[in-house]
């Protein structure tokens, strides 16, 4: 069997797939995308197409490594995230050929279904409460909101109160037997995370995700050992080296996205490294459904597995395609009482619809993130 067509699709909301076929009639399907930026990553798969067409697709280790390797310069958000997708379609073409889901191939499933949490938005603590009410009805058990927009270098005491006030709002809502994440995006400088850690404390936060920007790993040393909150990271890191500072920091919880950090090969030895040290594994994915296929095959096997973020309904993704429009059957996907169930379907397990991927990329999309000013015309954290 030789992989003889690579074709790559710009679709709306802002996502990038990647066909994988062969000769033999199986095709597998990937999700290789940076967002914002997802017209360079098509570029950086055609590239390195040149190293797969008319190889054997079951070879994913060796082409794993020529593909992240095979250049002198390595690394960085735009070649892992296609190494990623081309990695994610050849897991799912080797299920395909040997019949079997992607977890059995990993080593075998270790959970039965795996919880997830919904995405909720709003700037007023009435609309929070207001959506966190819909998801609970719904049967969610967790969700994670951004805990503030644009945040001052050092916040006044009155943006420490809102945040306070929107995430309790959040927690009144839930309770105390649900869980509620708290994202800051990176928004945060050290001294204003060192003011908002202990102010949400009380609330007792699931985790606290990306305190600090990547570029400050180093730091989040003293952050962990101020805090009570489980501290999360990573979806701004792209392999295992970049993990290790982390982890060495005392992370509670790592967040490798499926379409960043090299695909299923890399996400899965990211797992086993944050497990020896202590720590659990929750994958970042607002994305589409084959980074969510892809995510849960992994964490159906890997045994410190937290939780896993999902997009449907997403505010990224407003006025835009939803996470469930270009598969042919929603089913595997399906969230019930806060889970979604292990499916054992060959390769990812879901079927994508083809045609309505193919009108989609006719349209593509140039979606960008928002670029923010502080009051005086710097820059400001997204």
Same mark, same amino acid.
């Given at each position: 069997?030789?992989?003889?067509?690579?074709?790559?699709?710009?679709?709306?909301?802002?996502?990038?797939?990647?066909?994988?076929?062969?000769?033999?009639?199986?095709?597998?399907?990937?999700?290789?995308?940076?967002?914002?930026?997802?017209?360079?990553?098509?570029?950086?798969?055609?590239?390195?197409?040149?190293?797969?067409?008319?190889?054997?697709?079951?070879?994913?280790e060796q082409h794993w490594q020529v593909l992240s390797k095979g250049g002198f310069y390595r690394g960085g958000p735009v070649l892992s995230s296609a190494v990623a997708g081309l990695d994610q379609a050849l897991w799912d073409i080797a299920g395909q050929a040997?019949?079997?889901?992607?977890?059995?191939?990993?080593?075998?499933?270790?959970?039965?279904?795996?919880?997830?949490?919904?995405?909720?938005?709003?700037?007023?603590?009435?609309?929070?409460?207001?959506?966190?009410?819909?998801?609970?009805?719904?049967?969610?058990?967790?969700?994670?909101?951004?805990?503030? +927009?644009?945040?001052? @270098? &050092?916040? %006044?005491?009155?943006? #420490?109160?809102?945040?306070?006030?929107?995430?309790? $709002?959040? /927690? *009144?809502?839930?309770?105390?037997?649900?869980?509620?994440?708290?994202?800051?995006?990176?928004?945060?400088?050290?001294?204003?995370?060192?003011?908002?850690?202990?102010?949400?404390?009380?609330?007792?936060?699931?985790?606290?995700?990306?305190?600090?920007?990547?570029?400050?790993?180093?730091?989040?040393?003293?952050?962990?050992? +101020?805090?009570?909150? @489980? &501290?999360? %990271?990573?979806?701004? #890191?792209?392999?295992?080296?970049?993990?290790?500072? $982390?982890? /060495? *920091?005392?992370?509670?919880?790592?967040?490798?996205?499926?379409?960043?950090?090299?695909?299923?090969?890399?996400?899965?030895?990211?797992?086993?490294?944050?497990?020896?040290?202590?720590?659990?594994?929750?994958?970042?994915?607002?994305?589409?459904?084959?980074?969510?296929?892809?995510?849960?095959?992994?964490?159906?096997?890997?045994?410190?597995?937290?939780?896993?973020?999902?997009?449907?309904? #997403?505010?990224?993704?407003?006025?835009?395609?939803?996470?469930?429009?270009?598969?042919?059957?929603?089913?595997?996907?399906?969230?019930?009482?806060?889970?979604?169930?292990?499916?054992?379907?060959?390769?990812?397990?879901?079927?994508?619809?083809?045609?309505?991927?193919?009108?989609?990329?006719?349209?593509?999309?140039?979606?960008?993130?928002?670029?923010?000013?502080?009051?005086?015309?710097?820059?400001?954290?997204?």
């Amino acid at each position: 069997m030789k992989i003889d067509k690579i074709e790559t699709f710009l679709v709306p909301p802002r996502w990038l797939f990647c066909r994988v076929a062969t000769d033999e009639g199986l095709v597998g399907w990937g999700e290789p995308v940076v967002e914002g930026r997802a017209e360079v990553v098509r570029a950086a798969v055609e590239l390195l197409s040149e190293y797969l067409l008319g190889e054997d697709p079951l070879r994913i280790e060796q082409h794993w490594q020529v593909l992240s390797k095979g250049g002198f310069y390595r690394g960085g958000p735009v070649l892992s995230s296609a190494v990623a997708g081309l990695d994610q379609a050849l897991w799912d073409i080797a299920g395909q050929a040997y019949g079997a889901p992607v977890h059995a191939l990993l080593g075998g499933a270790v959970r039965d279904r795996a919880r997830v949490y919904a995405w909720i938005g709003g700037d007023e603590p009435g609309e929070l409460g207001d959506a966190v009410a819909e998801h609970v009805a719904a049967g969610m058990t967790a969700v994670k909101m951004n805990a503030s +927009g644009r945040l001052a @270098p &050092v916040p %006044t005491p009155a943006e #420490i109160d809102r945040i306070v006030e929107r995430v309790a $709002a959040a /927690r *009144a809502a839930l309770g105390d037997d649900r869980d509620l994440a708290i994202d800051l995006h990176g928004r945060a400088s050290l001294p204003a995370a060192r003011m908002i850690l202990p102010a949400v404390a009380p609330l007792r936060p699931l985790l606290v995700e990306e305190p600090l920007v990547p570029e400050q790993t180093h730091l989040l040393g003293d952050l962990v050992r +101020g805090t009570t909150i @489980p &501290v999360a %990271t990573g979806e701004r #890191i792209y392999d295992r080296a970049g993990f290790l500072p $982390a982890l /060495r *920091a005392g992370v509670s919880v790592v967040q490798p996205d499926l379409s960043h950090a090299g695909g299923i090969s890399e996400v899965r030895r990211i797992a086993a490294l944050a497990e020896t040290h202590g720590a659990l594994f929750a994958p970042h994915c607002p994305l589409g459904p084959i980074a969510l296929a892809a995510s849960l095959q992994v964490a159906f096997a890997t045994p410190n597995f937290l939780i896993q973020e999902q997009s449907m309904g #997403i505010h990224y993704h407003r006025g835009g395609a939803d996470l469930l429009d270009y598969v042919a059957d929603p089913e595997p996907l399906r969230i019930v009482a806060g889970h979604i169930a292990r499916w054992d379907a060959p390769g990812l397990g879901i079927s994508i619809d083809e045609r309505a991927v193919r009108q989609a990329d006719a349209a593509g999309h140039a979606w960008r993130n928002p670029v923010w000013r502080h009051e005086d015309g710097s820059f400001a954290e997204w």
